[in-house]
Nanobody, 115 residues
C-alpha cells in the first residue's frame, strides 16, 4: 500500500504563489513517476505535471513557465511550486504515483485563485 497526502493549498490572489507538497509513505519502493492532477468543478481531471524517478519533468501547456515540479526521492516527497497563479488554476489538486501502472492518489488539496 502507498499513502499520498497533499498539503499547501489555500486561497491566493491572481498573480500570487503557492507551494504544494505530497508525502508518500508505505510501499514507496513501488513508485516510479509522480505527478499532480487537478479537477475544477464541473470539469474532468487533468494532468498538470509529472516527474520521472530520474527527475525528468513534463508540464501541461497551460502551466509551462509558471509551475515547477520537484522531487526528493530520499524523503519520498514531491512538490509543486505555482507562480503567477490565475483564476483558471482554481481546482482541487491531487498527487498521484505510478509504478508499472497507477499506484494511488491523494485526497486532494484545494487551490483557489481569486481575481
Amino acid at each position: 500500500q502507498v499513502q499520498l497526502v497533499e498539503s499547501g493549498g489555500g486561497l491566493v490572489q491572481a498573480g500570487g504563489s503557492l507551494r504544494l507538497s505530497c508525502a508518500a509513505s508505505g510501499s514507496v519502493f513501488s513508485i516510479n513517476a509522480m505527478g499532480w492532477y487537478r479537477q475544477a468543478p464541473g470539469k474532468q481531471r487533468e494532468l498538470v505535471t509529472s516527474i520521472t524517478s530520474g527527475g525528468v519533468p513534463n508540464y501541461a501547456d497551460s502551466v509551462k513557465g509558471r509551475f515547477t515540479i520537484s522531487r526528493d526521492n530520499a524523503k519520498n516527497t514531491v512538490h509543486l511550486q505555482m507562480n503567477s497563479l490565475k483564476p483558471e488554476d482554481t481546482a482541487v489538486y491531487y498527487c498521484n504515483a505510478r509504478g508499472l501502472g497507477n499506484i494511488g492518489w491523494g485526497r486532494g488539496t484545494q487551490v483557489t485563485v481569486s481575481s
